[in-house]
């Protein structure tokens, strides 16, 4: 005969202690971001706590979206190999960026406009890469000026993002500027002579900052929250483009008017007189211009599509890294960015031969989802899979990770 299930009363310290809160998570906004189990649900979090333009011109791409949905689906379809039997209790991340010490391979790429998409912007941007020990880029288009940016955090490891303005005066006066500010590293993007087609804000009449429409004010009504943080917060602007600073200034106008489309490889020796550290160059969609960057002066480069935001079509940044790290043998180091949502992402990109991998999406949809908490949230997401993914793949150090540990599909 089957014993019958004894049942006893439920105790009450039990029920509690099942109650407490999560350690660390002391706030309402920590406790949800806390529950966001990867990029993914950051990215639906910051879409619900956004207005539509502002969500759009993060999440959007050029045209047709293609270069971004190839970038991301190439992630998707990496195939890891591990080694199993391997002692891996102990796992350090690490590695050297350009002669300094990071504690993971990534850093925060540059990204314009960042207080649009939450007041806080970029100070807690930079707050988080200081904490982690990596990199964060600030761009020409950024709404927090290099000094504020040094005085709130001054400890990072801090990197400028250049545009060359028409009026190269200009150009050398910011250039001044931020070395006097104590940055590192300069990096030159250069796949922008004009202003790719972003549909997605031409449909939303992106403007920058935000012009009060009919169709803002519905919005507000939605995200009460943001315009509240828009309106009595310090206003929007171009921190370093003080003559963009007008309503209704769109990329497309600021691109025309201030950025030069001229530029050449006799430029980038030009700006290597003008900086004494590091020059990174960002937007490199070949091999051949690749050696010429760097024959030109170049101590690093970044494959990069412009996250699929400027030529729709152009080539998946991760594709590139294995030719131009055979092609540079050592001269300089290789970067990668586009589509990464994952810290796995990251891994198969260092173990394919780029020194670290640059992410500006993923930490935007954290900013967005709960401004530096959100970031935070981000990261530590990405330093998890990081780790993570190292261990299951059997290695201890980053100079471990090499291509017999990733396979690329066939196109």
Known sequence: MRERTRRQMPNIGELLALLRRKPGADTRRERSLARAANVEDLRLRGRRRTPRAAFDYVDGAAEDELSLSRSRQLYRDIEFIPNVLRDVSGCDPSTDILGAKAAFPFGFAPTGFTRMM????????????????????????????????????????HWFQLYVWKDRRRSEALIDRVAACGFRTLILT??????????????????????????????????????????????????????????????????????????????????????????????????????????????????????????????TPLRLVQP???????????????????????????????????????????LMAGGEAGVRRAAQILTDDIVRTMKLLGVTSVSDLTPDHVRLPLR
């Open 190 to 315: 250069v796949d922008l002579p004009v202003a790719g087609a972003r549909l997605r804000d031409v449909r939303n009449g992106m403007t920058i900052p935000p012009n009060l429409t009919l169709r803002s004010i519905v919005d507000a009504g939605l995200h009460p929250t943001w315009w509240f943080n828009f309106l009595t917060t310090e206003p929007l602007a171009f921190a370093t483009l003080e003559s963009m600073n007008r309503a209704g200034a769109t990329l497309v106008e600021m691109t025309s008017q201030l950025f030069d489309a001229s530029l050449d490889f006799t430029d980038l020796a030009w700006l290597r007189s003008k900086w004494e550290g590091p020059i990174v160059v960002k937007g490199v969609q070949n091999v051949a211009d690749a050696r010429r960057c760097v024959d030109a002066g170049a101590s690093g480069i970044i494959l990069s599509n412009h996250g699929g935001r400027q030529l729709d079509r152009s080539p």
């Open 118 to 157: 939450h007041h806080e912007g970029e100070r807690a941007v930079a707050t988080v890469a200081a904490e982690c020990a990596i990199p964060y880029a600030l761009s020409t288009l950024g709404t927090t000026t290099p000094e504020a940016l040094v005085q709130t955090v001054p400890g990072g490891d």
């Open 324 to 366: 131009t790290v055979s092609e540079l043998a050592g001269d300089a180091e290789v970067f990668v960015d586009g589509g990464i949502m994952n810290g796995g992402d990251i891994v198969a990109a260092v173990a394919l031969g780029a020194t670290a991998a640059f992410v500006g999406r993923a930490y935007l949809y954290g």
